[in-house]
Every structure is written in C-alpha cells, then in structure tokens.
C-alpha cells in the first residue's frame, strides 16, 4: 500500500538552484537555510521515500497567461528541466511515475477535483530547487517525481480553503493505491515577497503561517488571496502550495522534525519545515 511519509514545505528562489551548482553555500548569505537541511536529507536517507509529489507554481514553462490551469498534475514517464532564462541546464531526466499519477488523477476527479492531466512537462526551479536541495543538483534524486502545479501566477487563484481541501483529495488519492510507494509531499513557495518590490518581507506573518500550517492549517485556509497579498506580497500566494501540501497529510498535528525561518532567502521570506505524517 501507498502511504504519505511525510511534507516538506520549502521556499524556492532561482539562486538557491544556482548557488547548489556552483557550490557557493558556503559563501552567500543564507548559509544556515542550507545547514538545516542535513536535517532534511538525514531524514531522506533513513525513511528512503519512493515517490516525492512535488506542489509548486510554474514560472512560464508549460503554461503562461494564454492558458492557465488551476490544478494540473504530470503522468509523464519522465521529465526534463528547462531554460527560464538564466542559462541551459545540466541535462537531467527524472523519472516520473505515470502509474501512481494516473490513480490519482481518477481519485481527484472521483472527488470533484477536475484538474489537468500533463502527459508531457518542463520542470522549472520550483520544482527542482526542493530535490536538489535533499538529493544534490548534480545528480537525478533516487525517486520518481510527480509535479502538481498550482496556479499562482495570474488571478483569479483558487482559494486557500480549495488547496487545503485539494491536498486533502491528494493525500486520500496516495493512501488508496495499493502499490507500494513511500511518498513525501513537496509545498515548494512562499513565503513573503513580491516581485518588483524586492525585500518586501514580512516576517510576522510568515512565522504565524509557520506555526498555524502545523495543527491548524484552516486558520491559514480561512485568508482570501486578496488578504494574503497585502500581508505577504503578491508572490506570497505561492503559500497555496504549503496548503495543499499540508492537506495530504492525515496526521491533526503532524510531528515537525526539521524547520528554519531564515530571511531574506535572496528576496524572499526563506522557510522550510519537515513533517512527519505518522496517521498514514
Ligand atoms: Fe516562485
């Protein structure tokens, strides 16, 4: 049987990719963001998860302002990561897991999730920044991925309360495959900052998001986007992608065994939590 191991949630800037390949942790300013995720990778080594379904928002890559899904979740064999514009990437492919993705979609619009199907995707930073930063980015990670991509890029969003219960349908979808798969759940965005006005951070409110996505993730799902900009910045929505990612777990108060708030990540309200699903 499937079962949900675990959520990370992780902020995902451009030049933490970036600094991973030049190998420059060391030497830029976010140093201690990095440092707690031995804590992450620890974790990886010892539970040895099979599949990470990753929630992230796509910069431009497969869908732009011409054609924009709320939901949309990847059954591809495999995947490639592709040029944002800051140079071609080291050529990877990662393996996907078409079967476990075509289970869930069917779960997901058994539940009334009618969301995209993708037989063929580019992934960006928001995605690959969350497996380099376990695995390392000059190797593929040692299990297949499944992209679940959230529109954050252009209004109208779906509402906090919909990831929630859209992580919700996820989690049920994972936890009914009867193959075996060890799965970790990836939230990569957030949290506070907008691009445009760099270093608008608000710190507060990114460490209440903290604390209430742990054991009460409605109070966070109760915000309307139009609530989440003006506290978080127009990119703080990416914070739908912790909801949705929060919302497959089964656990009321999932265990938290590795955080760090550490801003600016470059821009960005940097954070990063490990969850423990230990209901699944
Ligand atoms: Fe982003």
Request: proline share 7%; glycine share 8%.
């Amino acid at each position: 049987m499937a079962q949900v191991l675990a959520g990370l949630g992780t902020s995902h800037v451009p030049v933490i990719g970036r600094t991973l390949k030049a190998g420059t942790q060391a030497e830029v300013g976010f140093k201690p963001f990095y440092d707690r995720f031995e804590a992450v990778k620890a974790w990886a080594e010892t539970q040895k998860p099979t599949v990470a379904v990753v929630i992230y928002n796509d910069h431009g890559l497969n869908f732009f302002l011409d054609h924009m899904p709320t939901f949309a979740l990847g059954v591809a064999t495999d995947y490639r990561p592709a040029d944002e514009g800051f140079g071609e990437p080291v050529p990877r492919i990662f393996q996907g897991a078409p079967d476990l993705g075509w289970h869930m979609v069917n779960s997901l619009i058994a539940d009334d999730f009618d969301i995209s199907t993708c037989r063929k995707m580019e992934l960006d930073h928001a995605c690959t920044t969350a497996l380099d930063l376990i695995w390392g980015a000059d190797s593929v990670p040692p299990v297949a991925i499944i992209p679940v991509v959230i529109n954050a890029v252009q209004p109208p969003f779906p509402k906090p309360s919909r990831c929630l219960a859209f992580g919700c349908a996820l989690g049920k979808a994972i936890r009914s495959y009867t193959k075996d798969a060890r799965v970790l759940m990836i939230g990569s965005g957030g949290l506070s900052h907008e691009l445009g006005q760099f270093g608008k951070i608000n710190q507060p409110f990114d460490l209440m998001c903290m604390d209430k996505i742990v054991g009460e993730p409605e109070a966070l799902a109760a915000y309307d986007n139009d609530q989440i900009v003006d506290l978080a910045g127009a990119q703080g929505v990416e914070l739908m992608t912790w909801l949705v990612m929060r919302g497959a777990l089964a656990s009321t108060r999932p265990d938290v065994l590795a955080s760090i708030y550490h801003a600016p990540i470059s821009h960005t309200g940097g954070a990063m939590m490990l969850m423990s699903d230990s209901q699944s």
